[in-house]
Every structure is written in structure tokens, then in C-alpha cells.
T-cell receptor
Framework: AQSVTQPDIHITVSEGASLELRCNYSYGATPYLFWYVQSPGQGLQLLLK??????LVQGIKGFEAEFKRSQSSFNLRKPSVHWSDAAEYFC???????????FGQGTTLQVKP | DVKVTQSSRYLVKRTGEKVFLECVQDMDHENMFWYRQDPGLGLRLIYFSYDVKMKEKGDIPEGYSVSREKKERFSLILESASTNQTSMYLCASRTTGANYGYTFGSGTRLTVV
């Protein structure tokens, strides 16, 4: 069965500091992996996705994520956080066959000035 | 661009009422999904469909049913609404091929009183 764990419910970083949000997944086959961001009162926005190929994926807004099969992880990173990055971040794993997409519980990012 | 349209942005219903949430996509997608989003729990899959009249239970199907009579429309039904079904409901459809991914609707905020 598919599952996703985001170990950190809430993270606070200072503006300009680096960021890493953790995501661990469970899936028997090659996973389709996604990171979404949601600002308060807004819809989901896709940051990046991974299906195959280069395990370091570049996304929008300066984000990147690295797929590590041996660790079943797909952590999201940003070298320098901006105040506008404050939002909730969701990791998700999809099945290529059924299309079933399962989300983690989300990590809320707070950015200190 | 794919559009996923949810018919209502806000709904208020009474306990025991039968509630229909409608979702329409305009790209002939086979896969459609219904999620509910609650603080601290992320997005949880209720039901999904991979073709007309075909459906599968997600992780939290209790108290819900779905209907897919036409490819473009996927309806979520609350047979007898209860206060614990107060939530944000999100519909999505899946794009396959080179632009693989998921498009989400804007959501319906349902309050059951």
C-alpha cells in the first residue's frame, strides 16, 4: 500500500536560511513523487515532480528535491528562504498504474524576519 | 490548460441531508479523485475513478459514495450528512503522457450544521 510520512509538522526558519523538508514514502514499485505548496486560503500549487531519470529535480520558486531510492525519501530543499515561502507543503506519492495519489500530512513552514 | 471545476465554493447543509458535490474536467481524463482536507491530516483520498462507472475506495470512504456516469463528471455524495463531514473537499483529475500530473479544483468548503 502507498503511504507518505512527513515527519515535521511545523518548521520555523529565518529568512535567508536554507531549508530542507523531509518526506518518506512507502510504495512497492517505482513511485511517482510530487511536492505541492498551499498558501493560506489558496489552492494547491505543484512545485516539482519526479518519475524517472536524474534523481535531483528542479522545481519552481528555487526549490529542488532529491529522490533517494535506498532511503525511500524525496526531501525538498531551498538554499535561501524568502518570507513569501511561508505556507504548507505536501509531499505525495502516485501509482503509475491506478493513478492513486496519496499525500503526507503536510509541513507548515514559518519564516522569521 | 486542464480545468477542474467544482460547482460550489461554499456549502452549508443540515445534518441528515443528502449532499452532492460536483466536479467537472474538460480534458477527457480517465482518472478522477475526491479528497477531503483537514488541518493536521493533509489530504485524504475518499474515492477515485479510472473510467465511466468504475470506482475504487480510497482511504476514508465511509459515509460517502460517488457517481461517474459521464467521463467529464465525478460526483461525491454524502448520503446523510453529519457534522464530522464538515471539511474542505478537493477534486482532481490525472493527466497521463508527457505532461503527467494532477490538476486540482479550487475546493468546496462544506459546513454541516
Amino acid at each position: 500500500a502507498q503511504s507518505v510520512t512527513q515527519p515535521d509538522i511545523h518548521i520555523t526558519v529565518s529568512e535567508g536560511a536554507s531549508l530542507e523538508l523531509r518526506c518518506n514514502y512507502s510504495y512497492g514499485a517505482t513511485p511517482y513523487l510530487f511536492w505541492y505548496v498551499q498558501s493560506p486560503g489558496q489552492g494547491l500549487q505543484l512545485l516539482l515532480k519526479y518519475f524517472s531519470g536524474d534523481t535531483l529535480v528542479q522545481g519552481i520558486k528555487g526549490f529542488e528535491a532529491e529522490f533517494k531510492r535506498s532511503q525511500s525519501s524525496f526531501n525538498l530543499r531551498k538554499p535561501s528562504v524568502h518570507w513569501s515561502d511561508a505556507a504548507e507543503y505536501f509531499c505525495a506519492v502516485g501509482s503509475g498504474n491506478t493513478g492513486k495519489l496519496i499525500f503526507g500530512q503536510g509541513t507548515t513552514l514559518q519564516v522569521k524576519p | 490548460d486542464v480545468k477542474v471545476t467544482q460547482s460550489s465554493r461554499y456549502l452549508v447543509k443540515r445534518t441528515g441531508e443528502k449532499v452532492f458535490l460536483e466536479c467537472v474536467q474538460d480534458m477527457d481524463h480517465e482518472n478522477m479523485f475526491w479528497y477531503r482536507q483537514d488541518p493536521g491530516l493533509g489530504l485524504r483520498l475518499i474515492y477515485f475513478s479510472y473510467d465511466v462507472k468504475m470506482k475504487e475506495k480510497g482511504d476514508i470512504p465511509e459515509g460517502y459514495s460517488v457517481s461517474r456516469e459521464k467521463k467529464e463528471r465525478f460526483s461525491l455524495i454524502l448520503e446523510s450528512a453529519s457534522t464530522n463531514q464538515t471539511s474542505m473537499y478537493l477534486c482532481a483529475s490525472r493527466t497521463t503522457g508527457a505532461n503527467y500530473g494532477y490538476t486540482f479544483g479550487s475546493g468546496t468548503r462544506l459546513t454541516v450544521v
